[in-house]
């Protein structure tokens, strides 16, 4: 092997080992429940691939899709809470992820809110900004990385969404959904992309190693009032909206 080769992977290597599998603040995987579900889960006995499936499963469907008071809670709270919405949902697989050992990353973007009307309704819809602050994890695998927004929608919810919908079969905007394949949206993993939400998007805002410093450089468009009855009222009926939606009702 050539020698500039050899040195050049030996770098790469070394990026992702120190890069991607670093733990912060908010990937805090060293918590005593991320480490107790990890051996529950018998994660770490697991081939790469399998790891990711598995983890990549339970972040989707066994933490429900719901409104977190904010983004940049730590990866322990999220799974305390038990639910989650993009942003969230990115930084608890993450942590899981490297705490298999399993390198990754955070794409940053914003998205339309137009994807939200139906979760968030009325006087509400009309003063949230437009733009949406949104995430999904890319990881390593097999050498390739992976995009993984897929996970965002639990099955049991997007199911439902898929009854209360069944005529549409392509192009669905709304309840957290924003997709060309409405039907039959990529949400599988196995060695693929995974997306719900991604034809949404309308600013790139790039990589980030770690969600802390995706939130030091991006915000959501908040005012400290806005802020607060997002915190205090609005989530908690988007919430139950997607309760709703979830139990068929």
């Not at 598995?54 to 639910?83: M, T």
Request: aromatic share 12%; proline share 2%; charged share 25%.
């Amino acid at each position: 092997m050539d020698t500039n080769i050899k040195e050049i992977e030996i770098s790469q290597s070394l990026n992702l080992s120190e890069n991607y599998l670093k733990e912060t603040a908010i990937l805090n995987y060293s918590a005593k429940n991320i480490q107790n579900l990890v051996k529950e889960r018998n994660w770490l006995k697991m081939n790469s691939i399998n790891q990711v499936k598995s983890i990549y499963n339970y972040v989707r469907d066994e933490i429900k899709f719901g409104y977190n008071k904010a983004d940049d809670i730590s990866a322990s709270q999220i799974l305390k809470e038990g639910y989650g919405q993009c942003n969230t949902k990115a930084t608890l697989l993450m942590a899981l992820l490297r705490a298999c050992k399993i390198p990754n990353r955070i794409h940053g973007f914003t998205i339309d809110k137009a994807l939200q009307k139906g979760a968030i309704t009325g006087i509400w819809y009309q003063l949230s900004p437009k733009n949406i602050l949104h995430s999904w994890v890319e990881v390593y695998v097999n050498d390739n990385w992976y995009f993984l927004e897929g996970v965002i929608l639990d099955k049991e919810y997007l199911s439902q969404l898929q009854k209360e919908n069944a005529t549409c079969k392509t192009t669905f905007c709304g309840y957290g959904a924003y997709t060309d394949n409405f039907e039959n949206p990529e949400i599988e993993w196995n060695l693929n992309n995974t997306y719900i939400q991604d034809k949404g998007i309308n600013q790139d805002f790039g990589l980030f190693d770690t969600p802390d410093e995706f939130y030091k450089k991006h915000q959501q468009n908040l005012g400290f009032f806005k802020k607060f009855i997002f915190q205090k009222i609005v989530r908690h009926k988007m919430n139950k909206n997607v309760e709703k939606i979830r139990k068929g009702n």
